[in-house]
């Protein structure tokens, strides 16, 4: 009995992995969108989130977006900015007030080399979820990605050229970025 007690209890060891709580405050999610005639960027707070390593290898994670923390950065005119802000919440791009947290869970891990990893997740803004996959550095107290994600999978579609005809440079392209910094 006494084995079968060890061998339960090494193998419990063996499988045992770290949850990390990601540090929302000091951890930064910056946004770039751009059309034909220029750029917006900002940030988004994160809510919360963790990462799940086995020893020092990341094997899993998720995190909470608070989508309701939308700030544009390089508009300077208090009006603009509002007017971006507003439209960026409304129904037209992230329907805030119905959606106000976006989610992240990681799906699957493959580490390249170093400390570079390839994480593919399901992605959840506006209650649709797509698979995504992007190359992050994870290191000692810190991860970093930039990810391209296509707006137009989570139903924005304002200025999509996809979907409206005759835009001109009012068109925005699909792809905006994202550049995670986590700290733990």
């Known amino acids: 009995m006494k084995l079968i007690v060890l061998l339960l209890s090494l193998g419990m060891f063996a499988f045992a992995q770290d949850v990390i709580t990601v540090d929302a405050a000091k951890s930064k999610l910056e946004w770039k969108g751009e059309k034909v005639t220029g750029a917006h960027n900002g940030t988004i707070n994160i809510k919360e989130g963790s ?35 507003d439209h960026l919440n409304s129904d037209d791009f992230f329907s805030t007030e119905k959606h106000p947290v976006a989610d992240f869970q990681i799906t699957s891990v493959a580490h390249k080399a170093g400390n570079m990893y390839s994480i593919t997740g399901d992605m959840t803004i ?34 999509s050229g996809k ?10 392209y699909d792809e905006f970025e994202m550049k995670v910094s986590l700290a733990y």
């Open 51 to 85: 990462l799940q390593f086995d020893k020092d290898k990341l094997v899993g994670g998720a995190f909470k977006i608070d989508m309701t923390t939308i700030i544009n950065l390089d508009l300077e005119s208090e009006q603009w900015n509002k007017k971006l802000v």
């Open 126 to 159: 506006k209650g649709i979820t797509h698979a995504i996959t992007f190359d992050a550095m994870v290191m000692k107290n810190k991860a970093e990605a930039t990810i391209l994600l296509d707006r137009t999978k989570w139903n924005v579609r304002y200025g």
């Open 163 to 172: 979907f409206f005809e005759g835009l001109g440079d009012r068109m925005i």
